[in-house]
């Protein structure tokens, strides 16, 4: 323990305290993802406030939250008549609220329960804080992104700028198994991850992987490491077996994202992440998940997706259809209006 606070000290005297300053709100806190995402955030230096939001079970999670010795203060909010307090006055809100995969299901078998509780939630966040910064993790994220942004452009608060499709655990997962491969720290591992968040649509570009895939590694190695970090989210499901998706890298992922959001909105840039935005990156693909830079106001730039290899080329144009199908899927969606 004495060791422990001697390193703590020594940590604060390196990283001098930062301006505690940010409300982040969290939309499905109580769940799976939310539970150790509000951990996650409870520890960062960037946040004063944190609203933790869920249509069940929040009392507990946020009350036990709330006990870490971090200066983060944490409110739990139940039910939609607590949603415009848990918003407003928010820098940044999180959405993990929704349903998770079980095997045989794919990502899109959730847009039917999922779109719902999306346009509900962005509804409310172009009313209590139309200025907010907004990451969206729940799935497809393809589809959720553009529902969102209906939502908010028919509000007239609309900033693309600010409005992202989480697609961080791509990335994550690309450093991780990479690191592996050439037995490095995944910290010292770039691996760019672009396009969309579901199978053929994410594009790992291992040609711009650094360190560089060793020369070792054949075609058929490579094309094997593209397909499973494409694959990794079906692996979680099915190793999960009906227990639901991946919760806990998902949580690291999104804290890591909110990080950058936040350091960027501080003015301590320019930061860079990858995340699914709408964007004039592609022609005719109007979201695309690119590499960013990220400043006070949001996305100050969608940066050049960098060249791509025969086998990236290839996946690149076979993605197309079905992501464009997606992001259609979504706006048809808003478009069509509530059931009635
Ligand atoms: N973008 C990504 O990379 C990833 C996305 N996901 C997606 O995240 C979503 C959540 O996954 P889990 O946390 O594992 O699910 P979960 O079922 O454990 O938790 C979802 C939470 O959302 C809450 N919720 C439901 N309707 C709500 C509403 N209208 N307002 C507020 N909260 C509401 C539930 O009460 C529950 O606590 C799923 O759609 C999943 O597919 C999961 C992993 C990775
Ligand atoms: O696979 C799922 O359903 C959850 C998800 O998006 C992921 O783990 O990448």
């Not at 346009?119 to 907010?132: F, G, K």
Request: aromatic share 4%.
């Amino acid at each position: 323990m004495a060791a422990l606070n001697r390193i703590q000290k020594i940590a604060s005297h390196l990283d001098p305290p930062k301006p505690f300053k940010f409300k982040v709100a969290l939309l499905g806190a109580a769940g799976g993802i939310g539970q150790p995402l509000s951990m996650l955030l409870k520890m960062s230096p960037y946040i004063s406030e944190l609203s933790l939001y869920d249509v069940a079970n929040t009392p507990g999670v946020a009350a036990d939250v709330s006990h870490m010795s971090t200066a983060a203060r944490v409110k739990g909010y139940l039910g939609p008549d607590q949603l415009p307090a848990a918003l407003a006055g928010s820098n940044l809100v999180i959405i993990p609220a929704g349903v998770p995969r079980k095997p045989g299901m794919t990502r899109d078998d959730l847009f039917n329960i999922n779109a719902g509780i999306v346009r509900t939630l962005a509804e409310a966040i172009a009313a209590h804080c139309p200025n907010a910064w907004v990451a969206i993790i729940s799935n497809p994220v393809n589809s959720t992104v553009p529902i969102a942004a209906e939502v908010l452009q028919r509000a007239g608060v609309l900033n693309p700028a600010r409005l992202f499709g989480v697609t961080t655990l791509d990335v994550v997962r690309a450093e991780a198994f990479l690191g592996e491969i050439v037995g490095a720290d995944p910290r010292d591992v770039s691996v760019p991850v672009v396009g969309g968040h579901a199978g053929i649509t994410i594009l790992p570009l291992l040609s711009q992987a650094r360190p560089p895939l060793p020369a070792s590694v054949t075609a058929e190695q490579r094309k094997a490491l593209m397909t499973r970090i494409q694959d990794a989210g079906t692996e979680v499901v099915q190793a999960k077996a009906g227990a639901g998706s991946a919760t806990l890298s998902m949580a690291y992922a999104a804290a890591r994202f909110a990080d950058s959001c936040l350091r960027a909105m501080s003015g301590e840039g320019p930061v860079t992440e990858y995340a699914y935005v709408r964007s004039s990156a592609v022609q005719g693909l109007p979201y695309f998940s690119s590499p960013l830079r990220l400043g006070r106001s949001g996305v100050e730039e969608v940066l050049p997706l960098g060249p791509m290899d025969a086998l990236e080329s290839e996946n690149f144009e076979a993605m197309k259809a079905e992501l464009l199908g997606s992001i259609k899927k979504g706006e048809e969606f808003v478009a069509r209006g509530p059931a009635k």
